[in-house]
């Protein structure tokens, strides 16, 4: 089970090792609290779609396994869209339409139909709670370095700090859409760096 939840740590990380779910890290790491929120937001999903498929993995028939899965992970990002909206409506406003668009997140339709589809349902809960930690703590490190680096500030949630020094000279690509590509550049040049040495 140790082995299950810590792949996705840094072994099978989603973002920097499979390169899925490269939309919303793109799109949402504009800030730590976004980051934070959306990674969250979809390990609640992956874990409660996970669970689901892999009890069900049984009584669904091969021809509509895909989507069936996709129903079982809409169900649940409408559950997570509406307790967010209810209980966090500036994160849910800040996230926008990448929230509905976990629906279709590689990460999630790939841990279904991969992993829990075949695996027992405790299996698949650890699998799904340690990819989630993996995406939330990749969405999180380019978000961090793009809002210092790119802004001049840290914010967490409602508290937002200005860096002396840096508040007044950012490096403005990195808060653009181009600079969140080109940081996941590098940062996977790294990590498959450091998977070469690991071999």
């Given at each position: 089970m140790k082995k299950e939840l810590t792949k996705g740590f840094f072994k099978e990380n989603p973002?920097?090792?499979?390169?899925?779910g490269l939309c919303p890290t793109l799109g949402v790491s504009?800030?730590?609290s976004n980051a934070i929120g959306m990674g969250i937001a979809a390990t609640l999903v992956l874990v409660g779609s996970n669970f689901l498929v892999s009890m069900l993995k049984d009584y669904i028939a091969d021809s509509i396994r895909i989507p069936s899965f996709i129903v079982i992970i809409a169900s649940f990002v409408t559950v997570?869209?509406?307790v967010m909206n209810a209980y966090l409506p500036d994160l849910y406003a800040a996230l926008g339409v990448y929230l509905p668009l976990i629906v279709v997140n590689c990460i999630i339709?790939?841990?279904a139909e991969a992993f829990a589809s075949k695996n027992s349902p405790l299996a698949s809960v650890m699998d799904a709670i340690g990819m989630g930690i993996g995406f939330t703590m990749s969405l999180t490190m380019i978000a961090l370095i793009r809002e210092v680096i790119g802004n001049g500030t840290i914010s967490f949630f409602a508290w937002k700090?200005?860096?002396?020094g840096l508040k007044d000279n950012p490096v403005r690509v990195l808060a653009a859409p181009a600079g969140a590509l080109l940081l996941?550049?590098?940062l996977?040049?790294?990590f498959n760096k450091i998977q070469e040495k690991k071999k």
């Open positions: 973002t920097f090792i499979l390169v899925l504009t800030s730590v997570v869209q509406m339709l790939g841990r700090i200005a860096l002396p996941m550049g590098y996977k040049a790294m």
